[in-house]
């Protein structure tokens, strides 16, 4: 984890987030957090990573979503490098699509 992640204050926000009950407090404390583009950003990126997880291509990516190449490209990089954050969440959220 980089220095800037791992500072009393992020412990804070990953406690806050951890400690939330449901996906409505949820919307609720990212709507109060984050500004409307940074929300959409995210949201980009998870739909890009669960059409990734699918075996989308990039084009077909880039027109169901409209991210950017660059975008597709990081997300890819963090499913197959990163944290497995993506890798942890997926398969709960397809689990719950059942």
Known sequence: MSKFLDKPSSNTLY??????KD????R????DLCTVSELKAME???EVAMLLDEGLIYSE??????ASS???SRVNRCLHYGA???RTIIPRL????S
Do not use: N, P
């Open 15 to 20: 406690r806050a987030i951890a400690a939330l």
């Open 28 to 31: 609720k404390f990212l709507q």
């Open 23 to 26: 996906e409505e407090e949820c």
């Open 70 to 72: 660059a975008t597709i």
């Open 44 to 46: 980009q990126r998870m």
């Open 61 to 66: 990516i880039l027109e169901r979503t409209g």
């Open 94 to 97: 397809k689990g719950q699509q």
């Open 84 to 86: 497995d954050g993506y």
